[in-house]
């Protein structure tokens, strides 16, 4: 079984300085927000509904071109499932977060922190490159947002 989903490196930057958004899922790890993409769906769309039904957040912009896609596979009614999601740069100007009811917690997190808390190591590369193309914009050595 193939599956595609969409999702979001989700930051805000606040007077404690720079923090990622991760949530926390039923079976206890921590992740960004992501889900499926809906038939018919654009990718951005999925992303941003995504968002709004995991975080409550609305006031969110893409950054920049970053695109990273992960894939893994999981077990699902005894079947192996490939899974692939591809995860964007989201800045979100606002930091108030209402979970749903899919998820037990959240927080956001300095990004030393944030690689301490994501669970799966595809997860902490994603973060290490979503923060490294954020230095590079913001040193000009990288394309601006």
Not at 12 to 21: A, I, P
Not at 68 to 83: A, L, N, P
């Amino acid at each position: 079984m193939e599956e595609r989903s969409a999702g979001a490196i989700v930051f805000h930057d606040g007077t404690e300085g720079r923090r990622y958004l991760l949530l926390r899922y039923p079976a206890g790890h921590w992740d960004f927000p992501k889900g499926n993409i809906e038939r018919g769906e654009q990718i951005n769309d999925t992303v941003a509904r995504e968002i709004f039904e995991e975080t409550g957040l609305r006031n969110i912009s893409r950054v920049g071109e970053f695109k990273k896609r992960i894939e893994y596979f999981y077990h699902r009614g005894g079947k192996k499932v490939h899974k692939e999601v591809t995860f964007f740069l989201i800045k979100s100007t606002e930091d108030g977060v209402r979970i749903s009811h899919e998820h037990q917690d959240f927080g956001w997190f300095k990004l030393g922190d944030a690689m301490k808390m994501v669970t799966y190591s595809n997860s902490k590369r994603a973060l290490a490159e979503a923060a490294k193309f954020l230095e590079t914009m913001s040193t000009g050595l990288g394309p601006r947002a």
